[in-house]
């Protein structure tokens, strides 16, 4: 697909855009999002382990009536994970005679993974749409050209994509669109997080500049964003502040990947 205006006046439309919904602040989804998460337990190292060696393939756990309450029912005949609860009481602080809650002891309670129940399907955040045309192709082209491998695989532990300097491995299986997003957040990894830049600004700084790229690209050639961009970097704590202090490194690696998927051609 073709891009008939300037890198300079694309990426500046995108960062405005970008801005504008980080100033706005968390949107539906991202809000039920989180509600949802925190209805979640932390659980302790100890239980973490008790659920991987009872079901390695665990990807989110709650009790049976946390999974009710969540809209969600446990399916018939599926077998609990065991982990240990803290039993608390009240007692007597023995330096300050206050009482106060401790733990006096643990029971065996029963938890289940999501994938052992079924019915109303958990929030999310809002996902890339649209026509990517042939922009995959070109990106792959782009990567190769860089001396970046890019792999597709089936299970990456959750993540969608990740960067591993010098190779990316992708979610394989997913749309289109929602791949050549994932894609250039990876590559701006790898043009922006390498070396000398490695550590700047820690990882909300680096997953922010990555996402920002990648909404700039996917919006130039014609992708519809929602606010797939905004909701995972304010997940990480980012906003339009912390973008407009990254802007010389996002238009960076924007300028080289639009540039990529023009063959080299773009206008500065």
């Known amino acids: 697909m073709e891009l008939k205006q300037s890198n300079k006046d694309v990426i500046a439309e995108g960062i405005k855009a970008l801005s504008a919904q980080l100033e706005a602040g968390n949107s539906q989804a991202m809000t039920a999002y989180l509600g949802t998460m925190a209805r979640f337990h932390n659980y302790s190292f100890g239980n973490v382990m008790a659920i991987a060696m009872q079901r390695p393939d665990a990807v989110r756990v709650a009790g049976f009536h946390t999974w009710k309450d969540l809209g969600r029912n446990v399916k018939k005949g599926e077998k609990a994970i065991r982990i240990l609860a803290p039993m608390i009481g009240k007692g007597t602080d023995p330096d300050t005679g206050e009482d106060s809650a401790r733990v006096y002891g643990f029971r065996s309670v029963c938890v289940f993974d999501l994938s052992q129940t079924e019915g109303k399907d958990l929030p999310s955040f809002a996902k890339v749409s649209g026509q990517a045309g042939d922009t995959l192709a070109k990106l792959l082209k782009f990567a190769d050209d860089s001396s970046i491998i890019v792999e597709f695989a089936d299970d990456l532990g959750g993540a969608e994509g990740v960067s591993l300097n010098g190779k990316i491995k992708i979610l394989a299986g997913k749309p289109e669109a929602e791949s050549v997003a ?6 701006a990894h790898e043009l922006l997080h390498k070396q000398d830049r490695k550590n700047t600004g820690g990882q909300n700084r680096r997953e922010l500049e990555a996402e920002s ?35 010389d490194a996002i238009s960076r690696a924007a300028k080289l990947i639009l540039a990529g998927i023009e063959g080299g051609n773009r206008e500065n």
């Open 182 to 187: 994932v894609l250039v957040h990876e590559l």
């Open 213 to 247: 790229v990648a909404f700039i690209v996917g919006s130039a050639i014609g992708l519809d964003m929602n606010t797939a961009s905004a909701d995972y970097i304010r997940l990480y704590n980012g906003n339009a502040e912390a973008l407009t202090e990254s802007l």
